[in-house]
Nanobody, 123 residues
Framework: VQLQASGGGSVQAGGSLRLSCAAS????????MGWFRQAPGKEREIVAS????????YYSDSVKGRFTIIRDNAKNTVYLQMNSLRPEDTAVYYC?????????????????WGQGTQVTVSS
């Protein structure tokens, strides 16, 4: 499975971006998917995840209420809508596929990673 992340860019604080993660194969619809980020000098962290059907989601406390993860299994694509962006959201964002169908809450269980897409939020 290849995951292609896109949609990053530079915005001012308070702005919005939508990230997309397109999978090369339909098998993504059977697995939980997640978005993760890694800021310079920091460890990669989970941002949000969604189960295989899209009915269960998880958000880290730092993005809850501002970010929304959704998936379109017909298009093999997962999205991350990011609103009210803050400078501390600046990072490289990655999508990942979990081995399980659940909306996992940690990086453990990710078996495929997409390439990163840079998000830069200026104050």
């Amino acid at each position: 499975v290849q995951l292609q992340a896109s949609g990053g860019g530079s915005v001012q604080a308070g702005g919005s971006l939508r990230l997309s993660c397109a999978a090369s194969r339909r098998t993504v619809s059977n697995n939980g998917m997640g978005w993760f980020r890694q800021a310079p000098g920091k460890e990669r962290e989970i941002v949000a995840s969604i189960n295989w059907r899209g009915g269960d989601t998880y958000y880290s406390d730092s993005v809850k209420g501002r970010f929304t993860i959704i998936r379109d299994n017909a298009k093999n694509t997962v999205y991350l809508q990011m609103n009210s962006l803050r400078p501390e959201d600046t990072a490289v964002y990655y999508c990942g596929q979990f081995r399980s169908p659940a909306a996992a809450t940690t990086l453990r269980g990710v078996h495929y990673w997409g390439q990163g897409t840079q998000v830069t939020v200026s104050s």
